[in-house]
């Protein structure tokens, strides 16, 4: 998704409340960058639209919260496949 960087903030933020999602997947659907999904989430989206920002930062922070756990399931599953 191309086009308006003020649009293309709000459709990840309404995205990104929605699924939960993490800026890695959020990119991945969006076909962008992380670097470009955070810019957006972070910055973008602070100055058009603060109530949606708030929202979107209390996702980002539970998921950098549980990154950890999301880390240790992957590397669970890679060496113990039969575990998951």
């Known amino acids: 998704?191309?086009?308006?960087?003020?649009?293309?903030a709000l459709a990840l933020g309404e995205y990104v409340i929605e699924t939960g999602a993490t800026v890695r997947s959020a990119a991945q659907k969006f076909g962008i960058s992380k670097s470009t999904v955070h810019k957006d989430l972070t910055q973008r989206l602070k100055r058009s639209n603060r109530a949606l920002y708030r929202d979107v930062r209390k996702v980002l922070e539970r998921n950098k919260e549980e990154r950890h756990l999301r880390g240790g399931m992957a590397t669970r599953h890679k060496y113990?496949?039969?575990?998951?």
């Open 80 to 84: 113990h496949p039969e575990m998951v």
């Open 1 to 8: 998704m191309k086009g308006d960087p003020e649009e293309r």
